[in-house]
């Protein structure tokens, strides 16, 4: 599914240079890696950011800085990875589901409408797979209802928005708070956890950094509750590497997908990722739908062939969420996306040769 080991070969010297120079500082906590990191990614997102443990911890970090009510509502999709509502859960919030678009696995604005309650405060839309969702239409309806909108990029990193007057902006920095993950895997990966916050808010910079430093702007002298949530100097100096080539490697991804766009269409029952005007892609995932999906899948690992279901199960079906009351039906569209989705191989080390292939083996299951 991924080549991590092959991509740090291709900038091996660079990686390798930038520890042992950590190292050698034994400055691992804090200082001048990770502030260089930082103003590189602010550079690159044109928007402040803060770096902090992981994606998880950014998420719960945007929710703590919006400083929300016990039982206030967040609107989210159950169509994603589970830490989009753990945080909402931990910190006492109502995580409430809205149904996604079939096409592009992103929360519907319609649905996302009708759950607005008075209890409403925010909307957590997740740009799931690279692709963004539908910001302008988000933020209309935020703005409408006076709701604060955090973007959930952590598979977003490197793809960008286009609003309808022209504009143009980096994924994770239209709403009030982006939060984004370092994770291995993700499109800017770390070798081991990371995450950032991005908003274009300077005081809400400086109260998302002290909420990640223990509640601290001055040494010992703690303004709110915090948490521990640091990004390490090490993990910080292999990502201001990596963040020199994230648009080779969104671009390799784009040209992987190109390929699978081109050589999967009309096969079968399958439908291809539907790419939206509004947005580029950066293909975290190249997701495919089919009825035959465990058929699929099972063909193609006989033959070699990775791949992946993200995700099986949509949230508001799983055992910890039972208690928000939803049941099998609430929500048809990610439901079925459950019972349908599969994920190909996708990274920037895919070539042709790999590419055919997969591509061959999908042909060779329909032709049967
Ligand atoms: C990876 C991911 C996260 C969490 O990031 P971690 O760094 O693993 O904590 C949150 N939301 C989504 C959609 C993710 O894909």
Redesign the pocket.
């Known amino acids: 599914m991924a080549d991590l080991y092959g991509q740090y070969l291709n900038i091996k010297e660079e990686v390798d240079a930038a520890m042992s120079e950590v190292i050698r500082s034994t400055i691992f906590i804090k200082g001048g890696k990770v502030t260089e990191f930082e103003r590189h990614l602010s550079e690159y997102q044109q928007s402040e950011v803060v770096a902090c443990g992981?994606?998880?911890?950014?998420?719960q970090i945007a929710f703590m800085a919006l400083g929300l009510e016990p039982g206030d509502e967040v609107i989210t999709t159950p169509f994603?990875?589970v830490?989009?509502a753990e945080v909402l859960a931990l910190l006492g919030l109502k995580p409430v589901f809205a149904d996604v678009d079939p096409g592009d696995f992103n929360l519907s604005p319609a649905q996302a409408a009708a759950a607005i309650t008075a209890r409403t405060r925010a909307l957590l839309p997740?740009h799931?797979f690279g692709q963004n969702a539908p910001m302008e239409e988000l933020l209309t309806l935020a703005g409408k209802h006076g709701l604060h909108v955090v973007e959930?990029a952590?598979?977003s990193l490197g793809s960008d928005y286009f609003y309808s007057n022209g504009e143009t902006r980096r994924s994770g920095t239209l709403g009030i708070i982006g939060?984004t993950?370092?994770?291995p895997s993700?499109t800017l990966g770390a070798f081991g956890?990371?995450?950032a916050l991005f908003t274009r808010d300077r005081e809400m910079a400086a109260q998302i950094r002290s909420i990640a430093n223990h509640g601290q702007r001055v040494r010992y002298h703690y303004e709110r509750i915090g948490m521990n949530s640091r990004l390490d100097s090490l993990q910080a100096a292999i990502l201001d590497v990596k963040l020199r080539y994230l648009d080779e490697y969104v671009a390799a991804r784009q040209k992987a997908a190109d390929y699978y766009d081109h050589h999967l269409e009309g096969m079968g029952d399958l439908l291809l990722p539907e790419r939206r005007p509004w947005s580029t892609h950066s293909f975290?995932q190249y997701t495919l739908r089919t009825a035959r999906r465990d058929d699929l899948q099972q063909f193609l690992k006989k033959r070699g062939v990775p791949s992946m279901v993200y995700y099986p199960k949509p949230l508001h079906l799983h055992e910890a969420y039972h208690y928000l009351g939803y049941g099998p039906g609430d929500f048809p569209v990610s439901e079925k996306l459950a019972r349908t989705v599969l994920s190909l191989p996708m990274h920037t080390e895919l070539d042709e040769e790999q590419l055919e292939y997969i591509t061959a083996t999908i042909r060779n299951f329909y032709e049967f």
């Open positions: 992981n994606g998880t911890d950014a998420l994603t990875f830490a989009t997740v799931l959930d952590a598979q939060c993950s370092f994770f993700k956890d990371g995450g975290h």
